[in-house]
């Protein structure tokens, strides 16, 4: 059984202490925590497993490294702290500790990583024997192994693209949904996930590893957006009112250019409320869905929808790319020490879990 820890227990950290209880070949050996007020509780209840797992949460960074973990799910959020959590990372790593995060984006793609996130991480895998593999959903499986997979099947391809789709009425992030992307602010703020060049920092790294996969030569990487007002007030259930005449949706798209044409397309439609740009691309039951499109002989389209947590489709997404990062820990401790993307850690069947009663 490898050690395992979960560190962070937010909306990715609850399925992590989930995705791990799980595991067959994974052992649940420590859960770390930021608020003092969750100091104590069971890994359980913080997931919402109804029932206790013997494992009670800590702050002590210290001494949780210090048993010398096999492996580390960093669940805590790098969005806005990037360097405090490059720098755990690199500390969990340096340890000799297998660390799997959906935290840097980019080192979703490591070979085209700026060397400042990527030399402090390799430095610690040569000091300490660790590992990394960073990955999620959208960036993540949704434009790394899904689409690669699917477009196998193809006898031409002419375009892939890949979408997310969904209403972020749903998710429990107000930072991110109203700061970062904008939504419920005034049309002429400028959200910063939505400045120029940075979805392309975000998703950019998919579009090289989509391409490397391919053996394409990219041109260029470029992008386009579009954003629409609500136009009534509308109240959601996690958070809160959002205005009439405020940001209610954002349509974007990060283009791999390929001899000239956009060949290589990640796509997002994202809404507060599904009446807002209702001519855009909907999901098929309102709430959310990753979708991948292969355009050629034939055309393939394949829609993924998760739900978890009563139903809840952000819940089911994050989920997924939890289930992606822990599932990939066995293979990561009988691999090399090194640092790792999509291309290296294969998409695994759930041996071992088939009719196994869910924690």
Partial sequence: MISTVVWGTGN?????????????????????????????RDAGDLAGTGRDLGVAATDDIDAVLAAAPGAVVYAASGDIRPDEALADITRAVRTGAVVVTPALYTLYDQRSAPPELREPVLAAVADGGGSLFVSGVDPGWGNDVLPLLISGLGTTVDVIRCQEIFDYSTYDQPDSVRHLIGMGHPMEYEPLMLAASVPTMVWGGQIRLMARALGVELDDIRETMARRPLERTVTTRTMGEFEAGTQGAVR????????????????HITRIHPSCAPDWPSPPDGAGAHRVIIEGRPRIEVTVEATDEGENRSAGGNATAVGRLVNAIDWLVDAEPGLYDALDVPLRPAAGRLGRKQP
């Fill in 12 to 40: 990715v950290g609850r399925a992590a202490i989930r995705a791990v209880e799980a595991h067959p070949a994974l052992k649940l050996a420590h859960v770390l925590v930021h608020d003092p007020g969750k100091v104590g």
């Fill in 252 to 267: 974007f798209e990060v283009q791999g250019i390929v001899e000239g044409e956009p060949r290589i397309v990640i796509e």
